[in-house]
């Protein structure tokens, strides 16, 4: 097997000519994890596009990773979390890896194996279909748009014990997507193929379906970290032929978006756990109503508790580095003032992908104060979600001259 050109680059990479031929560079181009603009037949000009992940276009993987260090372990939690609170780090057994196809595929793998351990999971599905035998119950208004007048066939449904229900679809769809990756070592390779199989006569989801409703149950327990993960590749991954029979495999997110959605479900959960509530993107009038037939300017607040029916505390999270002098966008603090004032609220919460110090910046001539909530994305899964709870219960202290400290 020809080994894999791996190429690896941080998100804010400056642009540069590399060797690519035209099938990759259209491989890449597309995949959207880098902008790629041919330079001549065998070169490229690769550009940032502001995502993160990984492409493997036949013997050849780009990589692009966050600008602040973040392990992939960590990256494939935050991504599990935002989706599903339910998602725990020890879903995923990167912590040895640091390429992202091999971690996917032995977590996955792995996974799956203690998920079918106890054999494969058989359920109720409902079954509709037309018969010339009567089982179930007669769906009668299918029955007279397709069959008006006659008797035979029926139209009917009934409840079927069977392995093909949603939580088998969603493990063999990832099983199937990861098998496609090309170049994975051939004992993993091997693993899939054999779980694959083990789920014969469950159907594979079609590529854009949605993914089929489940819940964790007491009969369902073994599977749920293997169903978390499982969707967590469905959703993100893609791979498929390309030019010329060329395998390739796309693992691409955008990372301002995956944080942001990190610290947002983490926060709501925060929230709930002190007893509150948290309502995301918030619509909110930025001005008084008019009476001249002029619209309002419409807002709407990333985050925003409330205790009973009263808001109480705006929250919102910004995938941005600090600038040499330590400070911060001045448009972010702009948004919170304008979130503030308008709901009410004299104080604000602004969580950072950054290292350092919460700071306390109290607006010239207004009661409202920022706080800026450093989230290091270096530290632990379990840190992270500790640093948000710890920002939750800090909101309600006193503001002037309390140090936070921020666990290393």
């Known amino acids: 097997m020809t080994e894999v050109r791996r190429l690896t680059l941080s998100e804010s990479f400056e642009p540069f000519v590399a060797q690519l031929s035209e099938a990759q560079s259209r491989a890449l181009h597309a995949s959207k994890l880098v902008s790629v603009v041919s330079a001549s037949a065998d070169s490229a000009v690769m550009q940032p596009s502001g995502r993160v992940g990984a492409v493997r276009v036949g013997d050849l993987q780009v990589e692009v990773w966050p600008k602040q260090k973040v392990k992939l372990a ?44 106890g054999g494969v999971l058989q359920g109720y599905r409902t079954v509709e279909e037309s018969s010339i035998v009567v089982r179930g119950r007669i769906r009668v208004a299918d029955q007279l748009r397709r069959h008006a ?3 035979s066939p029926t139209e009917i449904a009934y409840d079927e014990y069977m392995t093909d229900i949603a ?33 014969d006569g469950v159907a594979v989801l079609r590529r854009g379906a949605p993914l089929p409703s489940w819940r964790p149950t007491r009969l369902n327990a073994r599977y749920v970290p293997a169903l978390r ?53 918030k619509r909110w009038p930025f001005d008084e109503p008019r009476f001249d ?27 941005k580095a600090a600038a040499g002098d330590g400070g911060y966008p001045n448009a972010d603090f702009y948004q919170m003032l304008a979130y503030c004032t308008t709901v009410g609220l004299d104080r ?5 992908a950054q290292g350092g110090h919460p700071v306390d910046r109290r607006v010239v001539n207004s009661p409202v104060t920022i706080r800026e909530w450093p989230l290091d994305l270096s530290l632990s899964p379990l840190e992270m979600l500790d640093s948000i709870r710890r920002a939750v219960e800090a909101a309600s202290e006193p503001l002037e001259g309390t140090v936070y400290g921020v666990s290393a």
């Open 167 to 199: 939580e088998n679809r969603i493990l063999r769809t990832a099983l199937r997507r990861m098998r496609a990756v090309p170049r994975l070592r051939p004992e993993v390779a091997a693993r899939l193929s054999h779980l694959d199989n083990r789920l």
């Open 229 to 281: 993960l499982a969707e967590l590749v469905i959703r993100n991954t893609a791979a498929q032929a390309g030019e010329g029979g060329v395998e390739i495999a796309a693992f691409v997110v955008t990372m301002w978006k995956v944080f942001e959605d990190f610290v947002t479900t983490a926060l709501r959960e925060a929230i709930a756990e002190g007893g509150r509530r948290a309502v995301p993107q």
């Open 149 to 151: 007048g006659q008797i």
């Open 293 to 319: 037939g002029v619209g309002r300017v419409p807002m709407a607040i990333d985050l925003l508790e409330y205790d009973g029916t009263a808001p109480v505390m705006v929250y919102d999270a910004k995938y």
């Open 74 to 117: 960590h990256l494939i939690f935050m991504l599990g979390y935002a989706a599903d609170p339910g998602f725990r780090p020890e879903a995923v057994d990167a912590e040895a890896y640091d390429e992202l196809w091999p971690a996917l595929a032995e977590s996955l793998a792995r996974l799956c194996e203690r998920a079918l351990l």
């Open 348 to 352: 604000a919460v602004l969580v950072y």
